[in-house]
């Protein structure tokens, strides 16, 4: 029998193109997901059940029926602003939600986790580039959701039969390079996307929340990561653990950190728009700057990007906002 993952969330932005390619390497991805924020069309790669990972009793069926070798972990709530508030929906939904599901592992025998954590969890970092030693101080519900979370995997993990990978993603952006699925959150709220609905003029106007950072230009400065080598990073942790690998929390991201005009420069090049701007102030809870040390998940799992350039970030993400990109 071909393995087999549950993948929760598996109906998102990341999930989806996760189990695009858990499909493409001979692994079935089961999704389950409440379609709140996930949608049908993106799930093509394997069987689709609807549910919510809050129903403990229905995850525990959908497992025994589908007999899964891990879970992929990717239901969650992932709106900064939103989780500050109403954190009653985040710590239901990440906090009580993990818990749901790792009972539902622990109680039909599932014992590889692999979960999707955030940069969020260290809140505003005293230093440079963030490696995972770096303190996990989250400013904001969701961070502290996503680090509680982590900290039940690794308590699990040492009193019950369990083994986990915490995947922390700095900045997801960018869409499948063949152009199956893109990016679709509603409301959207991301850098890039934002910027090319105003470059395709769908928005009049990006609004840049702060010029006056700490920051060589004075916009704030992210580490953006293609949501493709996001997908491979989980394969690969997927194959780690499969193979006896130990529990280990990894950063996700280039190692390199871009602002926001760097961004919106690259898109002017690519679609040949320029993206209309006005300046706003700072957006509450925004650290200046965050890059990835991005060295362990590279020693841990063997992974380096290939897609997280900004160019091909740009080009795989244009056409999903009706822009052309030069050749
Ligand atoms: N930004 C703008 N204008 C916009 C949107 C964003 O100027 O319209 C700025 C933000 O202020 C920030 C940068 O662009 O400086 C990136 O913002 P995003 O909203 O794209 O992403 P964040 O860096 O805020 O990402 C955070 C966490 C992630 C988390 C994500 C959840 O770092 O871990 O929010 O949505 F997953």
New binding site residues.
């Given amino acids: 029998v071909a393995s087999r993952i549950l993948v929760t969330g598996g109906a998102g932005y990341i999930g989806s193109h996760t189990a695009k390619l858990l499909r493409l390497e001979g692994i079935e991805p089961v999704v389950y997901d409440n379609l709140t924020t996930g949608n049908r069309s993106a799930v093509r790669w394997g069987p689709f059940v609807q549910g919510d990972i809050l129903d403990g009793r229905h995850l525990i069926e959908v497992i025994e029926a589908h007999q899964p070798d891990a879970v992929i972990h990717f239901a969650a709530s992932?709106?900064?602003g939103e989780s500050v508030a109403d954190p009653a929906k985040y710590y239901n939904n990440n906090v009580r939600g993990t818990l749901s599901l790792l009972d539902a592992c622990r109680q039909t025998g599932v014992d590889k986790v692999i979960f999707s954590s955030?940069?969020?969890t260290y809140g505003v970092p005293a230093v440079l580039p963030i490696d995972e030693a770096t303190p996990q101080a989250p400013i904001n519900p969701?961070g502290k959701t996503k680090l509680v979370a982590e900290h039940m995997l690794a308590d699990y993990a040492a009193a019950f039969a369990l083994n986990y990978v915490s995947l922390r993603?700095f900045?997801a952006c960018g869409a499948d390079p063949e152009g199956d699925l893109g990016e679709w959150h509603d409301p959207e709220?991301?850098?890039?996307p934002?910027a090319l609905m105003a470059a395709a003029g769908r928005i009049p106007h990006?609004?840049?929340?702060?010029e006056d950072y700490d920051t060589p230009d004075g916009t704030?400065v992210?580490d953006y990561i293609h949501v493709a080598d996001l997908a491979s990073a989980h394969v690969l942790a997927y194959r780690h653990l499969a193979k006896g690998g130990g529990n280990v929390a990894l950063n996700l991201g280039t190692g390199r950190g871009f602002s926001?005009k760097e961004v919106l420069r690259t898109i002017g090049e690519i679609t040949g728009h320029d993206v209309p701007v006005v300046f706003r102030r700072r957006?509450a809870g925004?650290p200046p700057a965050?890059y990835a040390d991005a060295g362990l998940a590279c020693r841990t799992l063997g992974f380096l990007p290939r897609y997280s350039d900004l160019e091909t970030i740009v080009r795989t993400a244009a056409p999903f906002f009706g822009l052309e990109v030069r050749s």
Avoid at 189 to 192: A, G
Avoid at 206 to 210: P, V
């Fill in positions: 992932a709106y900064v955030s940069c969020a969701y993603y900045n709220t991301h850098l890039i934002r990006l609004e840049i929340f702060g704030c992210r926001i957006r925004d965050l």
